[in-house]
């Protein structure tokens, strides 16, 4: 008799996350690698030990957000910085510059990021951008 999980997503992001000391905890070595045509990079540019160069290495927690993570990448990427930015992560997870979305606070963590994972965004400026989805509102 073969049994069946039966745990869905809604269950698994609602599993409480522990919070995390960021002076007692040491940062974690993200890297995230960027595009800015709106699309993300082809799965065998990270083989056999290659990766693209548009890497950007970030120090941080497994509780930083989304919209925390944008904002750091928005520091290093002038272009990204205009209202109507989307950033698209590879957990098909979307922050828009200067409007909330629902994907704002999720977590590294929530996401069952691993340590040694990478993360690749798709930068799409605003005059390419796909339409609004609805689950994101204005300020």
């Not at 049994?3 to 974690?28: F, W």
């Not at 340590?115 to 005059?127: E, F, K, R, S």
Request: some cysteine; proline content about 8%.
């Amino acid at each position: 008799m073969a049994l069946e999980s039966r745990i869905t997503q809604e269950e698994i992001k609602k599993e409480p996350e522990k919070p995390i000391d960021r002076e007692k905890t040491c940062p974690l070595l993200l890297r995230v690698f960027t595009t800015n045509s709106g699309r993300h990079h082809r799965s065998d540019e990270f083989a056999r030990g290659n990766v693209p160069s548009s890497e950007l290495q970030i120090y941080t927690w497994m509780d930083a957000t989304l919209k925390e993570l944008t904002s750091l990448v928005k520091e290093v990427y002038p272009e990204a910085r205009k209202k109507g930015t989307h950033f698209i992560k590879l957990y098909k997870s979307v922050t828009v510059s200067g409007r909330k979305g629902l994907d704002d606070a999720m977590t590294l963590q929530s996401q069952r990021f691993q340590i040694g994972d990478y993360l690749d965004i798709a930068i799409t400026p605003p005059n390419r951008a796909p339409p609004l989805n609805p689950r994101m509102r204005p300020f």
